[in-house]
């Protein structure tokens, strides 16, 4: 009986310290991929720092210094700097 109560207490420890915050941080990232908008200054995951120019489904195009234009994925983009 102690062994079940020891195994259920181990269970939730683990849910609460690192299943559900990794859940939550996903949701999050997922939110802020679907509310992306032309015009956004983000951030990529390799530190790129860009305007969004044009976006579609899955892909992303940022411009980028001296008028430079360059696409990536939609899954790319690490924070969005500021929102208009």
């Given at each position: ?14 849910y ?15 939110e ?6 032309k ?11 860009g ?14 210094h ?19």
């Open positions: 009986m102690e062994a079940i109560i020891m195994l259920v207490l181990m269970f939730a420890i683990v609460f310290l690192l299943i559900r915050p990794q859940q939550k941080r996903q949701k999050q990232i997922r802020m991929h679907s509310n992306l908008q015009g956004d200054n983000v951030i990529t995951i390799g530190g790129l720092h305007t969004i120019d044009a976006i579609d489904e899955d892909k992303i195009v940022l411009l980028v001296d008028s430079r234009k360059l696409t990536y994925d939609r899954s790319a983009v690490r924070e969005v700097i500021n929102q208009n």
